[in-house]
């Protein structure tokens, strides 16, 4: 089944924005982490962003004062703000979720499918 689901993705200019959010689903018990990794044409995957269960972040160098992690608790939801996209930010966006879900006896890492971001003119 699908846990997290990603959205917002999309065609933008450069020096566009886009916000990406990423919903957990299911009878989760807790979420440790939730985060952003991307992986562009040809390159590995990365990670992007994490915000953890108090609130504490880290980012890629090569986005730190572009983008913006932050998530609503209450929706088990982690969103992504991108600004002064650049087309080097093009990439498919996976969310990620270490968390654990009633049926499970531990912490578990979960992926969305994926949303791309395309940063051209």
């Known amino acids: 089944q699908r846990q997290l689901v990603e959205s917002g993705g999309g065609l933008v200019q450069p020096g566009g924005s886009l916000r990406l959010s990423c919903a957990a689903s299911?009878?989760?018990?807790?979420?440790?982490?939730m985060g952003w990794y991307r992986q562009a044409p040809g390159k590995g995957r990365e990670l992007v962003a994490v915000i953890r269960s108090g609130g504490s972040t880290d980012y890629a160098d090569s986005v730190k004062g572009r983008f913006t992690i932050s998530k609503d608790s209450a929706k088990n939801t982690a969103y992504l703000q991108m600004n002064s996209l650049k087309p080097e930010d093009t990439a498919v966006y996976y969310c990620?979720?270490?968390?654990?879900?009633?049926?499970?006896?531990?912490?578990?890492?979960?992926w969305g499918q994926g949303t791309q971001v395309t940063v051209s003119s």
């Open positions: 299911g009878t989760i018990i807790g979420i440790n982490t």
């Open positions: 990620n979720a270490n968390m654990r879900l009633i049926s499970e006896t531990y912490y578990i890492n979960y």
